[in-house]
């Protein structure tokens, strides 16, 4: 006697399995794209940071050096004109001597992606201390605190 058994032989996915996956593929990409969003967002503000570190070290030397004064200029500072501190996401960047032991810079943002716009600003505030060096506390437009890099 001979028996027939029926061996089903499966191939591929079933359409279940398919729309499955297709639906946890969409639900990752709804959830990553604005996150990845933020990250460029966050790089493109890097640039004006970058821009920032010539007037940054001037004010760090006039503070370790007691030349700091609210006379302070980017003339007296060694700084080109803040004009000249741009870049394809920065407009300018100005430095200014606030007193003896204060002193501000001032970054001014072109418009980037639906998270900055023209003319906001990242302002770092410059404490001196010539015994123990200058702080810095950054602050920012109101919509662009999220962007923000860390002090």
């Given amino acids: 006697m001979y028996y027939l058994i029926a061996i089903k032989i499966s191939r591929g996915f079933t359409l279940i399995e398919l729309m ?9 990409a709804a959830v990553a794209m604005p996150a990845y969003q933020d990250y460029t967002i966050k790089a493109k503000i890097l640039e004006a940071v970058s821009l920032s570190t010539p007037a940054r070290t001037a004010i ?30 920065t407009t300018s960047v100005t430095a200014v001597g606030l007193s003896a032991t204060s002193s501000t810079i001032t970054i001014v943002l072109k418009a980037i992606g639906s998270g900055v716009i023209a003319g906001d600003t990242i302002v770092y505030t410059a404490t001196c201390n010539t015994d123990t060096g200058t702080t810095w506390v950054i602050t920012g437009s109101a919509n662009i605190t999220d962007y923000l890099p860390k002090a």
């Fill in 60 to 89: 760090g030397v006039a503070c370790s050096e007691g030349t700091l004064s609210a006379l302070s200029t980017h003339t007296t500072l060694g700084l080109a004109l803040p004009a000249a501190y741009t870049g394809k996401y």
């Fill in 20 to 28: 499955i996956v297709v639906a946890i593929v969409g639900i990752l």
